[in-house]
């Protein structure tokens, strides 16, 4: 019983303190005056790489990819020149190129 008593007291105890409370009065302004501090320090801060931005990123990846067109472009334009380049001298380092008709040479 002595339990129950103590807890109950000490509830009413808690109650009276929370309705001891009063109101702080606040400035009206208080919020605006703080979020735009917010946001002053937030523009207030650079990242740790700043050249490294979004936009820059971009135009690096275009010229990345502008390389690897050229660079597949050339290869391809240039593997026919060189094939026909390559088994014309083939057929010239073996003498494969007969002007004649006949199977012996």
Known sequence: M?????QDRQVEA????LEAIEKVPVNHFFKHK????IQ???HLKQPII???????QLVILL???LLNASVIFY??????????TNIMAFA???ALQSDDNSILN
């Open 2 to 6: 002595k339990n129950k008593e103590y």
């Open 14 to 17: 808690t109650f009276e303190v």
């Open 34 to 37: 703080v979020l735009q501090r």
């Open 40 to 42: 002053a320090e937030q």
């Open 50 to 56: 700043s050249w490294f931005t979004p936009q820059f």
């Open 63 to 65: 010229v990345i990819l």
């Open 75 to 84: 290869s391809f334009s240039n593997i026919e020149e060189t094939s026909i």
């Open 92 to 94: 010239q380092e073996y």
